[in-house]
């Protein structure tokens, strides 16, 4: 009886034991991984970065520059933003359809690219108050004889892959074809491969100003609905996101906000209403 307690014994203590250790190895693996630090905003400071994201190819906005750095309005606001951080700006471009998830699984601190606000999105990741405000908007060919977005039933339209666009133009009674970015989207307008663009009102007038063949396109009747553009906050970072708010508060009412957008709008303020 004795010797099948001390075995009783040895085997309970092997057995402890062995669920320690599997539960001191979970905790060290969950203390690798890339949001493991519980403060979110002390982990952007450890690093001594910000790291955001934008799809790169959506000018004025982010885009890839002449000397082949990201530039734009949303590159500067990020830039600022870091800097009232006390942090560098690390702006990174990915695909925009695969934005969200790359937020979600860590990858990056915020989607700092000209995302808007919806419900759908709302139920996967935080967003901050808007940065900017603009709208959905129809581009035609100048000669297309298209004079309204109600002529566009049973036609074309381009929208870039992962965007609201393809509601808009599904509203419209289109067929929705998807490309990367509105790079593409423009081109195919312009070589009348496609009969419409729906992308940001802001985007479409800096396209036709400086792509070439822009003077061959045209806004079609008024902005189909208006959007407002925040950044996107992993829902696990509830203190960067605060600070997020805090430091866009500031710049609105300094002027700085309206200054970046001075800068990249000709003139306008798309940071209000």
């Known amino acids: 009886m004795l010797r099948y307690e001390r075995s009783f014994l040895m085997k309970f203590r092997v057995l402890v034991a062995v669920i320690a250790l599997v539960i001191t190895a979970s905790f060290v693996l969950a203390g ?44 500067d606001t990020g830039a600022e933003i870091a800097k009232r951080m006390g942090v560098e ?32 999105r709302l139920e996967v990741v935080n967003f901050t108050t808007p940065y900017y405000y603009s709208g959905a908007q129809l581009i035609v060919r100048a000669d297309s004889g298209i004079t309204d977005p109600s002529q566009m039933a049973g036609k074309e339209i381009g929208v870039a892959t992962g965007t609201n666009f393809v509601g808009d133009a599904e509203a419209l009674g289109a067929t929705a074809k998807l490309y990367q970015d509105d790079n593409a989207t ?37 902005i189909l609905r208006l959007e407002e553009m925040a950044i996107a906050v992993n829902k696990n970072d509830p203190e960067l996101l605060a600070e997020l708010n805090k430091i866009l508060d500031a710049m609105h009412k300094d002027g700085s906000l309206r200054a970046i957008s001075e800068k990249w ?7 209000i209403k």
């Open 89 to 120: 700006l690390n702006y990174v471009t990915s695909d925009w359809d695969g934005l969200i998830e790359g937020l979600r699984s860590g990858r990056f601190d915020g989607i700092l690219g000209s995302m808007a606000i919806t419900d759908e």
């Open 186 to 222: 423009l081109m195919d307008l312009i070589n009348g491969r496609i009969d419409g663009v729906i992308t940001d009102r802001l985007v479409a007038l800096g396209a036709m100003r400086e792509i070439a063949g822009g003077e061959n396109l045209e806004l079609c009747g008024e």
């Open 265 to 271: 709008h000709e003139g306008a303020d798309i940071t």
């Open 32 to 75: 690798c991984g890339p949001n493991s630090e519980k403060d979110s905003l002390e982990r952007v400071k450890k690093a001594g970065k910000l790291t955001v994201v934008g799809s790169g190819g959506y000018p004025p906005f982010n885009f890839i520059g002449e000397d082949g750095s990201v530039v734009g309005f949303d590159v």
